[in-house]
């Protein structure tokens, strides 16, 4: 049969494949290796992934790749960032050093707030190079897939004005873009005092108006003690379902405060952060199906001294996924590959786990699940080649990525300098 192009000289594949040799669903421990495996691929899509031999016996192609002996991963799933702002935050960072919290910030007026000025005042053009620039190194760090969210702007031209952008970074970057409305990140300091005002707008203007231009797959809201109750929460979500869009929250990240059973109540999609999640919290989400995203790299850089119950939520057979949660304020982290490594040390995954939450599981966190997120026919040909020993070098070289190239849709995205 005829392919585009056939990946060869791969030591291993590590396809994430969603069932194992015997039928059955795959584990998180699960890599799914084929060793000394090649990919044939058509259309920016897998056609056969399989040993070598097998792979060149029944496939021919104008084009061939060599891995260089290599390990080949799906591309990341990156699928939780808020990558759309104009100014950085570092100083708030130095104040969490000195012993501020973040909620600390945030009440004083920094935190969320202190980006929307910028944000709002700033054309689209700016915000779309900023972006843009932001996602081209995370791509040069393994990322094929990113979920980004709007909410900087908290009035409905801006928050029209960023997935705007969004939408733009969709069509001209190389990767696949996922796009959330997150008007309900914070109150604006003009409601601050009214947070019924601008519920209403939320739902009388904001989501009606991103439901009707189609510019935002799912709806997220910061569902926290210092910004939207379980109450205003489920006012939020239920307009958003309403409308048509699906659901994600940010739920118990600081404290516990019943997040993911709204999550499980308002079938969400996903449930974000989950650092104090309580044990009927985890069942909630188990029986409603709702994905679980932790967001490690967040709680590293608030100096959290727990993390969320992640090896518990893998035992429960819930499909755990990692994101970076990229973003200017609690977390400035660009990394899967550093992500990941922080799963495996701060929760105790194993590398294969923590590979698994950022690839399969984390396509499933973003509905992407058909398309990306492992090495399987049919899907989008996502991958990454690596110069490493073996897939536990990833979490293990701390901070460092040994990428070679980034693909997506069969099309060369990054190639590491010599
Ligand atoms: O996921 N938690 C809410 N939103 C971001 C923080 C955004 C910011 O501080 O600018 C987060 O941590
Ligand atoms: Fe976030």
């Known amino acids: 049969m005829q392919a ?19 039928g059955e669903p795959a584990g998180m421990d699960d890599p799914g290796v084929v060793s000394g495996g090649a990919i044939a691929i058509s259309d920016g899509k897998i056609l056969a992934v399989g040993t070598e031999a097998d792979i060149l016996a029944s496939y021919t192609a104008s084009e061939h790749i060599s891995a260089a002996g290599g390990i080949v991963l799906p591309g990341f799933v990156d699928c939780h960032s808020h990558p759309v702002f104009v100014h950085t935050r ?12 973040y909620v600390d910030i945030a009440l004083a007026g920094g935190g ?10 700033a054309d689209e053009e700016l915000l779309f190079e900023l972006a843009a620039r932001r996602i081209r190194k995370m791509i040069s760090l393994g990322t094929t897939t990113l979920e980004a969210k709007s909410g900087y702007g908290l009035d409905t031209a801006s928050e029209l004005k960023q997935l705007r952008v969004i939408d733009r970074l ?3 970057l190389p990767i696949h873009i996922v796009p959330t409305f997150m008007g309900a990140h914070e109150f604006p300091a003009e409601y601050k005092d009214n947070h019924s005002a601008f519920i209403d707008i939320l739902t009388d203007e904001m989501i009606p108006a991103v439901a009707e231009q189609g510019i935002a797959e799912f709806c997220d809201i910061f569902t926290e003690a210092h910004v939207y109750n379980l109450e205003e929460s ?12 699906k659901l994600k929250m940010h739920a118990d990240e600081i404290e516990p405060m019943g997040g993911a059973e709204l999550a499980a109540e308002m079938g ?18 188990a029986k409603a199906g709702v994905v679980p995203v932790l967001l490690p790299a967040t ?26 949660d990229y973003n200017p304020g609690s977390c400035n982290c660009d990394s899967l590959p550093l992500t990941i490594s922080l799963a495996c040390l701060q929760m105790g995954f194993t590398p294969a786990e923590a590979l698994t939450a950022a690839t399969r599981n984390a396509a499933r966190a973003v509905c992407r699940e058909a398309q990306v997120g492992s090495l399987e ?16 070098f990833i979490p293990y070289h701390l901070g460092s990525s040994h990428i070679t190239s980034v693909y997506c849709k069969g099309v060369c995205v990054h190639r590491a300098a010599e």
């Open 234 to 245: 489920r006012i939020v979500l239920d307009c958003a379902k309403k409308h048509g869009m």
């Open 170 to 172: 969709a069509k001209e």
């Open 299 to 324: 709680l590293f850089s608030l100096r959290s001294k727990t993390y969320a119950r992640g090896k518990d939520m893998i035992q429960r057979g819930l499909p755990v996924a990692i994101a970076t």
């Open 90 to 101: 570092e100083d708030e960072f130095a104040m969490r050093l000195q012993g501020k919290t």
């Open 268 to 285: 969400c999609v996903s449930a974000d952060h989950l650092g104090t999640t309580s044990e009927q919290g985890i069942e909630a989400l």
């Open 112 to 121: 969320i707030r202190s980006t929307i000025s910028s944000t709002r005042e």
């Open 4 to 22: 585009d192009l056939i990946v060869r000289d791969c030591r291993q594949i590590l396809t994430f494949r969603a069932q194992n040799a015997a």
């Open 377 to 392: 026919p049919g899907k989008s040909a996502d991958f990454t080649i690596w110069d490493i020993p073996s897939h536990n």
